[in-house]
């Protein structure tokens, strides 16, 4: 199994960038396909991005197509998510997750705790 830590986190006006790390550490995450999710307070957790294990193929939420960018470095064994033109919707605790359905972003096998975005107006 794979433990997964995310960063980057913080607060930001709205227009602005965020890029956040998911750092992982056991089994390699070049086995797994990727993902991030994230949970609005009140609402349930959602897919934002996947990508294939190669990097291949990436799969976005409509909510933040053309705007967030999903990448991964193996050799590092680091996912990113570049999040450009936040918008205070945006606000939510990140997660990474690895071993997804790359088609429809949906289950994994390992979560990592989380990291918040807050998006000011």
């Known amino acids: 199994q794979v433990q997964l830590v995310e960063s980057g986190g913080g607060l930001v006006q709205a227009g602005g960038s965020l890029r956040l790390s998911c750092a992982a550490s056991g089994r390699t995450i070049s086995d797994y396909h990727m993902g991030w999710f994230r949970q609005a307070p009140g609402k349930e957790r959602e897919p934002v991005a996947g990508?294939?294990?190669?990097?291949?193929?990436?799969n976005y939420a409509d909510s933040v197509k053309g705007r967030f960018t999903i990448s991964r470095d193996n050799t590092k064994r680091t996912v990113y998510l570049r999040m450009n033109n936040l918008k205070p919707e945006d606000t939510a605790v990140y997660y990474c997750a690895a071993g997804i359905n790359i088609a429809t972003m949906t289950s994994a096998d390992s979560w990592g705790q989380g990291t918040q975005v807050t998006v000011s107006s």
């Open positions: 990508i294939s294990w190669n990097g291949a193929l990436t």
